[in-house]
C-alpha cells in the first residue's frame, strides 16, 4: 500500500471494500487459548480468548471476551440489513449520504451514513459513473442481488457464556474460531469498521512504517499537554484547565513514533516521537498512563488495567528495541540523533553542482519532499545553462511533480518585514497556488505578542522520499548560484552598451537571449502557417499565434521549445515592428527562410549560454539589496553604486523581457562561495525527523484543526530500501550525524539542542590543523554579551600546542565586509555594527582571540598558528578591470582530513546557543583513510574530508585546472598533482609559503592596481577617500592589466587594522542601536 496515502482521504477506503489491506494477501486468525476468570470480575463475560493474527508480515495479538464477539456479530447483521433497504427517492444529499468509494463490484455502489444504531454503515445505490452497459444492468438488479457468499453472515454460536460449562469451552473457542475465518472470507465484512475494531485495525494499520509491528487500539486521551504554551491565554493565566476535555482516539504504536486519529475519520489528529526523554507512568492498579517525551506529556486512559500495561509494554519494546538509537540517554554531543554508521554522504562546493543534485533528486521524487529555507524564491532556475526553457526552474519543477501526486511540504522563515526583505508571503502564495492539494506552504513564528521577534528559521535542508538529504549553507533563492569560476559579469553574447545617461523610458536594448529565441521561434511559426518574411537587423518579424492544431502549439506547450507562460513570453510580438506582408511572404524562397532559420537556431543556441543569472538573480548585496521580490523580472534598475538616479522603467505588468535590478554593462554582481552536502539512508530519516517534529509543532501553532495541513509521520529506520540510483553522485563511504540548534521557540520542544556547538568543541580538540569557512566569527572570551565557546576552545588548543611545541594551524576564511546594503565610506550602521563585534573577536580588545594568545605564548607569535583570510577576483566589465569581494556564506569546518562539519549555523551566538535561531548541520568523520602527509610525517586522511579541503584550497589557491568542470573526471583532488601538493597543510612551509605567501601578494596586487576597501592603509573613515585617490587601474590601464597577472586563485588577506582607529559602535539613536546586542551577536 502507497505510504502516501496515509495523507489521502482515507474515510473513502474504510468500509465496504477491504481496501485497506495488503493486496493479494489473506488475514489468518486463530483463537490459540481461553483463559476462566475466577475472579469474577466479569460474571457475565468470564472468558477471556486470545486471538493470534498474521497479513502478511504482520502478525499481532488481542484478547476478547464474548461480549466483543456479540458487539461484532450485531454490527455485521445491521449492516447486511441495510443492503436491503429500498432506494431514496429524493437527493441522497437531503439524507446526508456521501460517495464512499468508487472501486465497489458493479452490481453496487457504496456509500456511507451515519446512524444511530451503528458508527458507519451502507446502502447501495446506482452508480451513475459507470458504463451505459453496466447501467442498463444494474437497472434490473436490486439491493438483494448481492452474492450470497458475499452477503452470508457465518453461524453465530449465541448461548451466553455463563451458560458455557468448562467441559464445553474447547467446543465453544472452534465455534467463534470458524466465525471469525468465515467473516474475514467475505470481502464485504473483512472491509466493515466493526471488523476493523474488532481486530484492533485501522486505516493506517498496513501504511505506516509497513516493516514494523504495530500495537493499536481505542483509547481516551486527555486534551492538553504541552510543555510549551500554544495560545496566549496559557501564559497568562491558567485558564487552560477549564478547557480541558476527554476524547475518544485511536492509537497507533510504531518503532520511533506515537500517533492517535480521530476514529469517525481516520484522520490523524497528534504525533508523539520517541526521543531520549521519552517516559511512560503507570502507576497501578490504575487504567490511566502518562506519556512523556521533549515536546508533550499525554494523559490518555486504557479502560482497564491491564489493558494500561499492555499499552506500557508495547511502547516500551519499541522504545527499547526498534528505535534505532533514538532513545539513547547519552547520545553524542547531546544531539537528538545518534551517529550513523555504514552511511554515505557527498560535498558540494559552490551552489552550482549543488542546485543540479537538489533538481535531480527532486524530478526523482516519488512521494514526498520536504523543504525548509531561510529565503526560497520560487522563480530559481535549478540547471544552468539555461537550455530547457524554464523546464528547471524550481517553482515549475515543484508544480510538475505535485501534478504527478508527490507531496510538497515547505517551511518558511516568516520574516519581520520592515526589517528583512524576504517575502515570504509571495513565495508561500506562488508555491500553492500552483497546486493548492499536493503543495503546502507554512511560515513560522507569527508575529504575535509572545513570539519571538529576534530569532530566525536559518536552517537549510531538502528531503527527498525520507531517503535522500541535503544539508548546508545554500538556501534555494536570488544569488546562490555560483561555481569555481566565481564571475562577475554576465553582460550576455549581443547585449549593447547602454550609457547610464541616457533618457528614461528609452526602450532598452534587449541581449540575444531576449531576442535571437523569440525569433527563431517566430520564425519557425511563420513557417508553419507559410508567413515568412526576410528578416533584417533592424526589423524582426512578429510572432503570429499558431493554430490551435499545430506541432508549434503542442510543443509549446509540452516544454519542447520553452514556456509559453506569462513569465516567458518568447513568442509575443516585439513592440515596435511592422506588421509581415503576407503577399510579399508568399514570393519569398522558402529554402532563404530556412537558412533563416538555421542560423537564429544557432544563435539561440549560442544565447542558451549568454546569460547564467537572470533578473533579480543578477545582483549584489552589498551594492543594493533586492526589493519588490513578488515581481521576479521587473523592478528599477540601479546603474550606479548607492544611486537609483538614473534606472530604466519597465511597465509592472510587461514581462516580456527579464528586468534586472543592476545595470550589467556598469555594475558587477557579487560572486557567492557557499558549502553542502547530501547524505543518504537512516542519516536523511533523522533530517526529516527534525522536519517533521518542526512541521508537526509549527501546525498545532497555526492548523490544529485545519485538515488541509496534515500531520507528517517519519519512515521505519528497519526499512532496508536505502539502494542509491546508478545515475546519481557516487558518495563516499563515513559515519554520518546530524546536528541542530533548536529549543522552545523553534521546535517546541522543552529542553535546548546546541548539539552543533558541542560538535565544534570537541572538533577542534583534534591533532594537526583546522579549517573553517564561515559567514561570521564572533566569539569571544569572557564576554558576558558573547558566550559561545568557538574562540575559547581554539586559544586551548593553540595553546597547547605551542607549549607541546606541535606543529598545529587554524585557517579561518570568511568575507572581507558583512553582507549588508551600504557603504562603508557612508557609514553604514549595520556594516559598522557587524564589524565592531568580529573584530572584537579577533584582535580588538582584552576578550579577543589575539590579545588571549599575545598573553598566553607572546606577543607576536599567534601568526605561527593562525591565519584570517577572505576572498575577492577580477574581471573585465566593458574593457575595463573591476574587482569585487566573493562572499562568503559557507558554515564549515573541516579537521585533520578527517572530520567535517556542514550546516547553516554561523561561528556566533544566534547560531550556537540553540536558544536562538534554528538550525541543522551534520557531521562526517571518514571511514575509508589513504595515505597522505601531515605534519611532515605519514598519516590517514580521510577521503570524504580530504578531498573537500583539496577542492576549496585549490579553488582559493588558483590550483583548478583551466578544463575544470565541476565533475571528478577533470579534477580528483586525491589524484591530481595539484591536490597532492596539498596535502600536508600542518606544515610550516605551507602554512608560510604557499598559503601567507598567496594571500598577501594577492592583497598586495589588489590594493595597488584598485584601491580597495577594506585595506589595512585605513585606519579611519576619512582615510577611504585618499587612499582610492589614485588607483592603478585609472591612471594607466595597460601596467595595471599586467600587475593583475600576478594573482593567483581568489585568497587575499582579512585586514585586522581596517579602520582600527575607528569607532564601530553605531551611533545613539540609530535602529542599529536600539536593537538588542543579541541581535548582532
Avoid at 513565495?427 to 519571538?452: C, F, Q
Avoid at 584570517?868 to 569581494?885: A, D, N, Q, V, W
Amino acid at each position: 500500500i502507497p505510504y502516501m496515502s496515509i495523507y489521502g482521504s482515507p474515510s473513502r477506503m474504510i468500509v465496504g471494500v477491504g481496501s485497506a489491506y495488503l493486496a493479494k494477501t489473506p488475514v489468518k486468525v486463530k483463537i490459540t487459548n481461553v483463559k476462566h476468570d475466577v475472579t469474577y470480575r466479569h460474571p457475565l463475560n468470564p472468558n477471556l480468548y486470545t486471538i493470534e493474527l498474521s497479513h502478511g508480515q504482520f502478525s499481532w495479538t488481542i484478547y476478547r471476551r464474548y461480549k466483543h464477539f456479540i458487539e461484532l456479530h450485531e454490527k455485521l447483521w445491521t449492516y447486511r440489513a441495510t443492503l436491503k433497504l429500498p432506494l431514496p427517492s429524493k437527493s441522497l444529499h437531503c439524507y446526508g449520504i456521501f460517495t464512499l468509494s468508487t472501486t465497489a463490484p458493479l452490481y453496487y455502489s457504496t456509500h456511507w451514513l451515519r446512524l444511530s444504531t451503528t458508527r458507519v454503515s451502507l446502502i447501495c445505490i446506482p452508480n451513475f459513473n459507470a458504463t451505459k452497459t453496466h447501467r442498463h444492468r444494474r437497472k434490473r438488479q436490486t439491493s438483494s442481488s448481492v452474492p450470497k457468499n458475499e452477503s452470508k453472515i457465518p453461524r453465530f454460536p449465541k448461548t451466553p457464556e455463563i451458560w458455557v460449562s468448562g467441559e464445553d469451552l474447547e467446543n465453544r473457542k472452534e465455534q467463534l474460531n470458524l466465525y471469525l475465518k468465515s467473516m474475514l472470507r467475505s470481502r464485504m465484512y473483512r472491509g466493515h469498521t466493526a471488523t476493523f475494531e474488532f481486530f484492533d485495525l485501522n486505516f493506517f494499520s498496513f501504511k505506516i512504517n509497513a516493516r514494523i509491528q504495530t500495537t493499536e487500539g481505542v483509547i481516551n486521551k486527555r486534551s492538553g499537554g504541552h510543555k510549551i504554551s500554544l495560545d496566549l491565554c496559557a501564559r497568562c493565566c491558567n485558564i487552560h484547565d477549564i478547557r480541558i476535555k476527554w476524547r475518544t482516539r485511536w492509537f497507533v504504536v510504531k518503532d520511533t513514533f506515537l500517533a492517535y486519529l480521530d476514529p469517525t475519520q481516520d484522520k490523524i489528529k497528534g504525533v508523539l516521537l520517541f526521543d531520549a526523554v521519552l517516559n511512560v507512568l503507570h502507576q497501578a492498579p490504575s487504567s490511566k498512563l502518562v506519556i512523556s517525551n521533549i515536546s508533550r506529556s499525554l494523559n490518555v486512559d486504557c479502560w482497564t488495567d491491564r489493558q494500561a500495561i499492555d499499552w506500557k509494554r508495547a511502547i516500551e519494546h519499541s522504545y527499547n528495541n526498534l528505535c534505532d538509537g533514538l532513545t539513547s540517554p547519552d547520545i553524542r554531543h547531546s544531539s537528538f540523533a545518534p551517529p550513523r554508521e555504514d552511511c554515505y554522504a557527498h560535498w558540494f562546493v559552490d551552489g552550482r553542482s549543488y542546485f543540479e543534485a537538489v533538481a535531480d533528486a527532486i524530478e526523482a521524487a516519488r512521494e514526498e519532499v520536504y523543504i525548509t529555507d531561510w529565503w526560497l524564491t520560487p522563480e530559481i532556475y535549478m540547471k544552468r545553462p539555461i537550455t530547457h526553457g524554464d523546464y528547471w526552474r524550481l517553482d515549475k519543477l515543484l508544480k510538475r511533480k505535485a501534478a504527478e501526486g508527490v507531496k510538497i511540504y515547505v517551511q518558511l522563515y516568516k520574516e519581520v518585514e520592515m526589517a528583512v526583505g524576504l517575502d515570504s508571503a509571495y513565495t508561500k502564495r506562488t508555491l500553492v497556488d500552483m497546486h493548492p492539494t499536493n503543495i503546502r506552504v507554512m511560515r513560522h513564528p507569527d508575529l504575535s505578542p509572545g513570539e519571538t521577534l529576534l530569532w530566525a528559521h536559518h536552517e537549510k535542508i531538502v528531503v527527498v522520499d525520507q531517503t535522500v538529504a541535503f544539508i548546508g549553507g545554500i538556501d534555494l533563492c536570488y544569488g546562490r548560484w555560483d561555481d569555481q569560476k566565481h564571475l562577475l559579469t554576465d553582460i550576455g553574447a549581443d547585449c549593447t552598451e547602454v550609457d547610464a545617461t541616457e533618457e528614461q523610458g528609452k526602450p532598452r536594448v534587449p541581449s540575444v537571449q531576449q531576442t535571437s529565441t523569440g525569433l527563431a521561434f517566430a520564425m519557425f511559426g511563420q513557417m508553419t502557417v507559410g508567413l515568412v518574411e526576410q528578416v533584417s537587423k533592424d526589423q524582426a518579424p512578429p510572432v503570429p499565434k499558431p493554430p490551435p492544431d499545430s506541432d508549434v502549439e503542442e510543443k509549446q506547450e509540452s516544454g519542447c521549445y520553452g514556456s509559453m507562460n506569462e513569465a516567458s513570453p518568447l513568442l509575443q510580438q516585439t513592440p515596435g515592428h511592422y506588421p509581415v506582408d503576407e503577399s510579399r511572404a508568399t514570393e519569398v524562397d522558402p529554402s532563404m527562410h530556412l537558412q533563416q532559420y538555421k542560423n537564429l537556431v544557432n544563435k539561440v543556441e549560442h544565447a542558451a549560454q549568454a546569460k547564467l543569472w537572470i533578473g533579480k538573480d543578477y545582483n549584489n548585496f552589498i551594492l543594493k539589496d533586492l526589493s519588490q521580490l513578488d515581481d521576479p523580472f521587473g523592478g528599477k534598475l540601479l546603474t550606479k553604486p548607492q544611486s537609483l538616479k538614473t534606472h530604466r522603467h519597465t511597465p509592472h505588468n510587461d514581462k516580456t523581457f527579464h528586468t534586472d535590478v543592476m545595470d550589467r554593462t556598469k555594475m558587477p554582481r557579487m560572486p557567492w562561495h557557499d558549502i553542502a552536502c547530501m547524505t543518504y539512508g537512516k542519516p536523511a530519516r533523522d533530517a526529516a525527523r527534525h522536519f517533521i517534529q518542526r512541521w508537526n509543532y509549527t501546525k498545532i501553532q497555526k492548523a490544529k484543526k485545519g485538515e488541509h495541513i496534515s500531520f507528517l509521520l517519519p519512515k521505519s529506520y528497519a526499512d532496508d530500501a536505502f539502494n542509491i540510483p546508478k545515475d546519481w553522485i557516487r558518495p563516499e563511504a563515513v559515519r554520518a550525524n546530524v546536528l541542530r540548534s533548536s529549543c522552545e521557540w523553534s521546535a517546541g520542544i522543552s529542553e535546548v539542542d546546541r548539539s552543533i556547538q558541542n560538535a565544534y568543541l570537541s572538533a577542534i580538540e583534534q591533532q594537526h590543523f583546522i579549517y573553517i569557512e564561515n559567514q561570521f566569527f564572533i566569539s569571544c572570551l569572557r564576554d558576558v554579551q558573547v558566550r559561545n565557546q568557538i574562540c575559547t576552545a581554539l586559544v586551548k588548543r593553540i595553546v597547547r600546542a605551542h607549549r607541546n611545541k606541535k606543529a598545529f594551524r587554524v585557517y579561518v576564511v570568511m568575507p572581507l565586509l558583512p553582507g549588508f546594503e551600504g557603504d562603508i565610506s557612508g557609514k553604514s550602521q549595520a556594516i559598522r555594527t557587524v564589524l565592531h563585534w568580529q573584530y572584537k573577536s579577533i584582535n580588538r580588545g582584552p576578550s579577543s582571540l589575539f590579545e588571549e594568545l599575545n598573553k598566553e605564548i607572546g606577543a607576536g607569535m599567534a601568526w605561527r598558528y593562525i591565519s584570517f583570510c577572505g576572498l575577492r577576483t577580477h574581471s573585465e566589465l566593458m574593457g575595463k578591470p573591476i574587482t569585487e569581494i566573493i562572499y562568503v556564506h559557507s558554515k564549515m569546518m573541516i579537521v585533520d582530513d578527517r572530520l567535517v562539519i556542514i550546516g547553516s549555523a554561523n561561528i556566533n551566538d544566534r547560531s550556537m546557543s540553540g536558544t536562538r535561531d534554528s538550525e541543522v548541520a551534520m557531521l562526517v568523520e571518514d571511514t575509508q583513510f589513504v595515505d597522505s602527509i601531515m605534519a611532515e610525517q605519514p598519516f590517514k586522511v580521510g577521503v570524504y574530508a580530504s578531498s573537500l579541503r583539496r577542492r576549496c584550497f585549490a579553488e582559493h589557491l588558483g590550483l583548478l585546472p583551466d578544463d575544470y568542470d565541476g565533475t571528478m573526471a577533470t579534477f580528483d583532488p586525491m589524484t591530481h598533482e595539484n591536490g597532492i601538493a596539498l596535502q600536508d597543510v600542518a606544515s610550516e612551509s605551507f602554512f608560510k609559503e604557499v598559503w601567507t605567501k598567496t594571500s598577501a601578494v594577492n592583497t598586495t596586487v589588489y590594493e595597488k592596481v584598485f584601491c580597495c576597501v577594506p585595506s589595512d592603509y585605513v585606519r579611519k573613515l576619512a582615510d577611504i577617500a585618499n587612499f582610492q585617490r589614485n588607483p592603478l587601474v585609472e591612471s594607466d590601464g595597460e601596467a595595471a592589466t599586467t600587475v593583475l597577472q600576478k594573482i593567483k586563485g581568489y585568497l587575499v588577506l582579512l585586514p585586522l587594522l581596517f579602520l582600527i582607529d575607528e569607532d564601530l559602535t553605531p551611533d545613539a539613536m540609530t535602529k542599529e542601536a536600539i536593537a538588542p546586542t543579541d541581535l548582532w551577536t
